[in-house]
């Protein structure tokens, strides 16, 4: 699907990288994980909660293959025109075109590994790793799952001066 969008199947500088954490870069978003594949593994943990609220009878494979599509309907959403000029206007992510389909890929993978995490790991780590992720990032880049939300549906000039200063 993004292939057709437009979007590349790996960055446009030709190689693919395990990390990238060169912020404010056209690289980001790109290669196999970044400062916003955090944001992913929470995305897991917060489906597996939702869903064993809302659906706890359905075998846990079901749960598991409906939080795998929600995150792939999300990366298809996420790079569609409105979402990326919205994160371009409203965000501190001015130079941001989408990501290469090998970075959606993973950040479904990172999607499914905190989705396990959250149904081995008793509840009190699983709430001390989403605050620890957010955290981290919170501090490092100024950005995180949280923020990012904010920031899309409510943009605030504090919060984008803030993110600026870094």
């Given at each position: 699907m993004l292939l057709g969008m437009g979007h590349?199947?790996?960055?446009?500088c030709g190689y693919v990288l395990a990390?990238?954490?060169v912020l404010g870069t056209n690289q980001n978003s790109q290669h196999l994980t970044d400062w916003w594949t955090a944001s992913h593994i929470i995305h897991g943990f917060l489906f597996y909660w939702f869903l064993w609220l809302v659906a706890r009878k359905l075998p846990i494979g079901w749960r598991f293959a409906m939080a795998t599509a929600i995150e792939a309907f999300w990366e298809i959403l996420?790079?569609?025109?409105l979402i990326m000029d919205r994160y371009r206007t409203a965000t501190i992510s001015l130079?941001?075109?989408?990501?290469?389909?090998?970075?959606?890929?993973?950040d479904i993978v990172a999607m499914m590994i905190g989705f396990a995490l959250a149904r081995t790991i008793p509840v009190w780590a699983s709430v001390a790793v989403?605050?620890?992720?957010?955290?981290?990032?919170m501090i490092l880049i100024r950005d995180g799952l949280l923020l990012n939300i904010?920031?899309?549906?409510?943009?605030m000039q504090a919060i984008l001066d803030w993110q600026n200063a870094l």
């Open positions: 590349t199947l790996i960055c446009k990390w990238n954490g996420e790079n569609t025109p130079d941001y075109f989408g990501d290469s389909v090998i970075n959606s890929l993973s989403v605050i620890g992720l957010e955290t981290t990032t904010v920031m899309l549906v409510w943009p």
